[in-house]
């Protein structure tokens, strides 16, 4: 005959009583708190190198240009958000004219951006006329040095951005 303390259930599964039943609940919670703590430690851990590369970015930002005798002066503000000194950064860039071909190539120095500096530098690229001037192209981090810095590493953590009138791209 059936026990009559405990009724019968349509589970397939062993009938249990209540002390029996605040185990499994404990087991259950215990579990669940288990998963979802991992589930928490993975989503951290997808964020960390997020939040790390928000703070390991080499700005380089178009501030605007000005037309001076035959030239195109570019102001330009270098930002170093690494954790080491930058000591030298060259960056090869493409001046595209308003048709959107290749007006020349021209290099640009930082100088020393020790970490956490903002630099502002101008630049006069001589016989171009600024109203012509339609976007520039980071093309090659042509150097980069200080710490365990090198060209590639720079160009990967390099976050650009341009004028209200000339787009700056990588």
Not at 91 to 100: A, I, M, Q, T
């Amino acid at each position: 005959p059936a026990d009559r303390r405990y009724p019968v259930s349509r589970f397939s599964g062993p009938v249990v009583g209540p002390s029996q039943t605040r185990g499994l609940t404990m087991q259950f919670l215990q579990s669940t708190v288990r998963r979802v703590l991992a589930i928490g430690a993975v989503c951290l851990m997808q964020l960390s190198p997020a939040v790390a590369n928000e703070e390991g970015r080499i700005s380089f930002q178009l501030n605007g240009t000005a037309g001076v005798k035959d030239a195109c002066r570019f102001n330009f503000i270098f930002r170093n958000g690494v954790s080491e000194p930058v000591t030298d950064l060259v960056l090869e860039l493409v001046v595209f004219n308003d048709e959107d071909l290749v007006d020349r190539f021209v290099l640009v120095k930082s100088g020393s951006l020790p970490k956490g500096k903002t630099r502002v530098r101008q630049f006069d690229f001589a016989d171009l006329d600024c109203a012509r001037v339609s976007k520039l192209l980071v093309n090659e981090v042509k150097v980069c040095k200080g710490g365990n810095l090198d060209p590639e590493t720079c160009l990967s953590r390099l976050e650009v951005k341009g004028s209200k009138s000339i787009r700056l791209l990588k």
